[in-house]
């Protein structure tokens, strides 16, 4: 046990201690003022250390969260090329004959060929396409030969036609399309309805426009041009358009995690310097 008296700032400090005094009894001894403040630095440092684990634990774990999510995007990224790889080599294949029953599925960007007559019915798409401005996306109604069923009407994306050619008339006869099916998801809650007075559509509504124009809903985008297209341009599938934003997730995780190791390390740092 120690005892301590002091007045101002003169600090004396005794220690009972069992066997300390005369004989081998109890006794008071007492402490020097270095014994004193080695104690005391001790005892703060323990301390100090104490303050700080829960913290570091807590910073080095949150750290670990955030990096793995880093990785699993890295993981993501190397899945999501193998798959637009796959859809490129697709796209690219020698065409085949148009299925019977299309698998939204299963047949997503397969490379068809379809022979048939345009009926001259139709409806435009609004796009825009860099360097150009606005314009539409023809899609035309294509009654099929026999090789494909016959009769069967469907429905086929022709391409760009620019703003200022909007109006001429649209050709019928027979022709020969080469291109790839294919189901858009271009509708959301904030896509305005066609305009029924002029015609124009606001995004590619495959059920929509299959109902308005009378076809199955079965959409080939155009890729090869046609003596029919005139001033339209074919506006083929590729993987452009589908979305691969998984580098730019794992370098925004890889980000966060080096700004938490960062405050973790600054938290840490005034814990320890208030020690003192």
């Not at 020097?32 to 104490?50: F, I, K, L, P, T």
């Not at 997730?249 to 390390?265: D, N, S």
Request: net charge negative; glycine share 14%; hydrophobic share 45%.
């Amino acid at each position: 046990m120690r005892l301590r008296e002091g007045a101002g700032r003169m600090v004396r400090a005794f220690a009972f201690r069992p066997g300390g005094g005369a004989g081998g009894g109890c006794g008071i001894e007492y402490l020097g003022q270095d014994e004193v403040q080695g104690d005391s630095v001790v005892n703060r440092r323990a301390s100090g250390w104490g303050r700080i684990v829960l913290p570091l634990i807590f910073g080095l774990a949150g750290a670990a969260i955030l990096i793995g999510l880093g990785t699993w995007q890295v993981q993501r990224l190397a899945w999501k090329q193998g798959v637009l790889a796959e859809i490129g080599a697709r796209i690219l294949d020698a065409p085949v004959a148009l299925p019977a029953a299309p698998d939204p599925a299963a047949d997503r960007y397969l490379s068809v060929a379809v022979e048939g007559r345009l009926t001259g019915e139709g409806l435009e798409v609004l796009v825009s396409r860099k360097r150009i401005g606005p314009g539409y996306r023809v899609i035309a109604v294509l009654e099929t030969g026999p090789e494909a069923g016959g009769g069967r009407r469907i429905l086929i994306d022709r391409g760009f036609l620019p703003e200022a050619a909007r109006g001429a008339a649209r050709p019928e006869g027979g022709t020969a399309i080469t291109g790839n099916l294919h189901w858009p998801d271009e509708v959301d809650s904030f896509t305005p309805e066609p305009d029924a007075a002029t015609g124009l559509w606001f995004a590619r509504d495959l059920p929509a426009m299959a109902a308005a124009l009378g076809t199955e809903a079965v959409l080939v985008v155009q890729r090869d041009p046609t003596p029919l297209d005139g001033a339209v341009e074919p506006m083929p599938v590729d993987t452009a358009s589908i979305p691969n934003d998984h580098l730019q997730y794992a370098v925004t995780w890889y980000l966060l995690a080096l700004v938490w190791l960062g405050m973790t390390g600054l938290f840490v740092w005034r814990i320890w310097q208030r020690r003192e």
